[in-house]
């Protein structure tokens, strides 16, 4: 009968959670609206920060940090300080964000590879380039990521890397504007390691 109870009572409390997060959800959707206009129109610290009126992404991921819209804030965030050149804090934004969107999150993934790549830290940019390939399994972001990881890695001298990212984008992803171009730099590490 206990068992029963408490059965019944954790689902109560998980559906009056989720019910509570889904109306913090709408409410952190309407906060974001102006920063996300903000950030299309490429007005970066107005879209960290807020206008005055509303809020920032900062601020709306600070608010709602527990909702799905809070986690967008976060990317958004990362997104708008690695565009002001401020690497740091857009690393530390990115991985607040934990997406498990096929787009989103090797985009995110990407992007603090993009920042450890500006700050010189060459071996976290590859290590993010390649988390970011292994977390896309679309023609969009698989070859981007995975071109990125090898041409990383040649910086590295990692020719033997290199050749397994570009070779696992010609098999994984044969249909992809990559893929056509890829070849040469199959041959080219190949051509290195003899």
Do not use: H
Request: proline share 2%; aromatic share 14%; hydrophobic share 40%.
């Amino acid at each position: 009968v206990w068992g029963y109870k408490l059965l019944i009572l954790s689902a109560a409390i998980i559906w009056g959670l989720k019910a509570l997060n889904d109306k913090k959800d709408r409410s952190a959707s309407k906060e974001i609206f102006t920063a996300q206009k903000y950030f299309e129109k490429e007005s970066y610290e107005a879209a960290l920060t807020g206008d005055g009126n509303y809020m920032g992404f900062t601020e709306v991921y600070d608010a709602y940090k527990s909702t799905k819209t809070g986690k967008l804030a976060a990317y958004y965030a990362g997104i708008s300080n690695m565009k002001l050149g401020k690497y740091e804090e857009a690393i530390d934004y990115l991985k607040k964000f934990d997406g498990k969107d096929e787009i989103f999150a090797p985009m995110a993934l990407g992007a603090i590879g993009d920042c450890y790549m500006e700050l010189d830290d060459i071996n976290n940019a590859a290590s993010y380039y390649e988390k970011a390939a292994s977390k896309s399994k679309n023609d969009f972001t698989g070859p981007m990521f995975l071109t990125k990881a090898g041409m990383t890695y040649e910086i590295l001298g990692d020719y033997a890397k290199a050749l397994n990212c570009y070779k696992t984008l010609k098999a994984d992803y044969p249909m992809s504007n990559e893929a056509f171009e890829i070849s040469k730099n199959i041959a080219n590490m190949e051509e290195k390691l003899k």
